[in-house]
């Protein structure tokens, strides 16, 4: 049975006055105190997950979705710049999450901060985003295939007896949504949007919410990272951390490492048994 956990966010109150330079600074301060107390490991990341007790896995959205059609459509609406004006996109769609929490600006959630980021992206690339471009791209976000690998890694998960989550960013329509296009209704059971938290990862309360849901403790739980710095949050908060390193980048200096590094979901279902040491 499918859960979901969510409360809306709303556009609320006026923007911050603060340079970017002075909000950067605050986001360093932020992201240390975020980090305080974690370690970086004295031995090398392994690719096998350590053996723990493992009774559920959350993924990041990202970690199961392919985000490579939001590159497609946007080199539909702008030929021959698609690929960066994707980028510039999709770096304000993080870094307005981190500055809003830093700065302390009302909440909002994802889908308006795609939304923003996506304004930006049009203004900082001197393109005319129209009505229709603008409803046609956020649309891809609701529509974003599964990396070739997904559906079967988290069907043989579901099938050893784990219980899985989407712990994500993305509101709980756009979960909904992509797990529905995907086929994976009946596969994932628990759909966890930080919206509930009203805070955004890292902030421990997001990652809190899979352990309340679940009724685990957080060493029971498995967390799938897509970017290298969810995998740093995750592993701060207490999670058995897997860093799926779809595109081979090396890890955040940020003090902290991933209990493993793998390159698709299937090399983690491979090495993950619920309840016993994974092979």
Excluded at 33 to 39: D, F
Excluded at 66 to 73: F, K, L, N
Excluded at 92 to 112: G, K, L, N
Excluded at 214 to 221: D, P, S, V, W
Aim: glycine share 6%; hydrophobic share 45%.
């Amino acid at each position: 049975m499918m859960r979901s956990v969510a409360s809306g966010g709303h556009r609320t109150g006026p923007s911050s006055s603060l340079s970017r330079r002075s909000i950067l600074a605050l986001a360093a301060v932020s992201a240390a105190s975020t980090l305080e107390g974690c370690y970086r490991a004295s031995r090398p990341t392994q690719a096998v997950i350590p053996p723990r007790e493992i009774r559920a896995v959350a993924f990041d959205a990202l970690a199961v979705f392919d985000a490579g059609s939001v590159v497609a459509r946007c080199e539909r609406a702008f030929p021959g710049r698609g690929e960066q004006f994707a980028a510039t996109w999709r770096t304000r769609q993080f870094d307005y999450t981190w500055i809003r929490a830093v700065a302390r600006q009302p909440y909002i959630d994802f889908w308006h901060i795609t939304e923003d980021a996506l304004v930006y992206a049009a203004k900082a690339s001197s393109l005319d985003l129209s009505p229709s471009d603008r409803d046609d791209l956020m649309s891809t976000w609701l529509s974003l295939k599964p990396w070739p690998d997904s559906v079967e890694a988290l069907e043989a998960m579901r099938s050893a007896g784990l219980r899985l989550a989407i712990l994500s960013n993305f509101t709980p329509v756009m979960q909904r949504e992509c797990v529905k296009g995907a086929g994976l209704d009946g596969v994932v059971d628990y759909h966890l949007s930080t919206d509930a938290a009203r805070a955004y990862k890292p902030d421990p309360r997001a990652y809190q919410l899979a352990v309340s849901a679940m009724g685990l403790a957080r060493e029971e739980i498995a967390f799938a990272a897509f970017g290298g710095w969810d995998a740093a949050g995750s592993k701060c908060f207490g999670f058995t951390t897997v860093w799926v390193n779809r595109q081979a980048l090396p890890v955040e200096e940020l003090g902290v490492e991933p209990d493993a590094i793998v390159s698709t979901l299937a090399q983690m279902a491979a090495s993950l048994r619920p309840g016993t040491p994974p092979a």
